[in-house]
């Protein structure tokens, strides 16, 4: 009696612990991915690690300060020698451009890998909604099934080869099941892997009332906060940073330094200039990052067409998604529906045999799975728009 008393509140607060589990729905758990997931965290990171760059731009190499002593005959002389060298000061300013063209290109390279982990995850969340919808279709199909072998059992004089007919249907429905199963498993698995967290649960309720309603002159504006197309743009000015700074390679930089002797005391003053002797090397650095320029700028035009295209593409997909779930919604779910319970009354009375009926039991299975499906794939399509305007809706 104790040990049945102690199973029953082991077991009350297993069922306890699962009704108040948190279930995150597909927004909350882009915030923890965005939190959670190590690649995100590896571009934030690197993207912070540059600011240091600019906050050291301005301060010179390191001076250097050498001890001699110098023998000669029987007298010996001892000094030191402290050098500092100096860049020419009209490429710090250009350096600091640099730096920060580097952290905007580090800060929209984090911003592009978050919008596409972040998209592949919603995208999988909507895959898994649609195996769950499609597993609650299926075993509402076995429920119809077993009431067509109940009425085929009970109609005088029929044939054994309708019912194992209807068996083996059944039969391959719990196939599918077991199919579907695996595959959730899978999504589930995937989806926890972004986070790292395998205990975490999800809300599988969706919005059916979809809307198509978006101002598409608006968001084609915002196509140029994309974060690959500001990545490739910053990519050019940086190009752009670097000729200028290899132009500058023509003027020297400069050495001071000071020497002080003793015995006899005297001191020196030196100033030293870098001479530019190679000049076919300095001509070849600068047409190398002339066409690193002109590259870019061609990159930037590419990945400019490029995301045209798929902010049409993803524009088509959204609208065909959206009129075939609504024609699904009002059309085809009822009546397929309505012809189904007509075909069903119809083998009752004989009138109809088996492989009608299962003509009829597939077309209102294949309509109900189709129905979820663009619904699904619109989901999708929108998380696709929400990565290439580089934000939310």
């Not at 939190?35 to 600011?51: D, F, T, V």
């Not at 309708?162 to 068996?167: A, G, M, T, V, W």
């Not at 999504?187 to 978006?214: A, N, P, Q, R």
Request: aromatic share 16%.
């Amino acid at each position: 009696m104790v040990k049945l008393i102690y199973t029953m509140g082991v077991l009350c607060w297993v069922f306890v612990g699962i009704a108040l589990a948190r279930q995150y729905n597909v927004e909350e758990y882009l915030k923890v991915v965005e939190e959670k997931n190590p690649e995100i965290a590896y571009y934030r990171k690197q993207k912070e690690s540059i600011k240091f760059q600019i906050d050291r731009f301005y301060l010179p190499q390191n001076p250097s300060i050498e001890l001699e002593r110098m023998y000669v005959g029987g007298d010996e002389e001892k000094s030191y020698y402290i050098k500092q060298v100096f860049e020419n000061p009209f490429k710090l300013s250009k350096y600091r451009k640099k730096f920060v063209l580097d952290y905007d290109i580090a800060r929209y390279e984090y911003e592009a890998t978050k919008n596409k982990i972040l998209t592949d995850v919603e995208m999988l969340y909507y895959d898994y909604i649609f195996i769950l919808n499609k597993k609650k279709i299926l075993l509402e199909t076995i429920n119809i099934i077993n009431t067509v072998l109940a009425v085929s059992k009970n109609i005088p004089d029929n044939d054994s080869l309708d019912i194992l007919k209807i068996e083996l249907e059944y039969s391959m429905v719990l196939k599918e099941l077991k199919e579907i199963e695996t595959q959730e498993n899978i999504f589930l698995t995937k989806l926890s892997s972004y986070s790292g967290d395998y205990d975490i649960s999800f809300s599988t309720h969706i919005f059916e009332d979809i809307m198509f309603d978006y101002n598409k002159d608006e968001i084609f504006f915002k196509l140029k906060s994309n974060p690959d197309i500001m990545l490739s743009e910053k990519e050019w000015e940086l190009a752009g940073v670097n000729l200028s700074i290899y132009k500058m390679s023509y003027i020297p930089d400069f050495t001071i330094g000071y020497r002080k002797r003793k015995n006899p005391s005297s001191y020196d003053i030196i100033l030293g200039f870098d001479l530019p002797l190679f000049l076919n090397k300095n001509k070849s650095y600068i047409n190398e990052n002339q066409f690193k320029k002109e590259a870019y700028m061609e990159n930037y035009k590419k990945k400019l067409i490029e995301k045209e295209y798929m902010l049409k593409e993803i524009f088509l997909n959204l609208e065909n998604y959206y009129n075939l779930f609504r024609y699904y919604k009002g059309v085809l779910l009822t009546k397929s529906d309505a012809e189904f319970n007509l075909s069903l009354s119809s083998y009752r009375r004989g009138k109809v045999n088996i492989e009608d009926l299962m003509k009829s039991f597939k077309r209102y299975l294949e309509i109900k799975v189709g129905y979820y499906n663009y619904l699904t794939n619109f989901y999708k399509e929108r998380a696709r728009l929400k990565e290439i305007i580089g934000g939310k809706l």
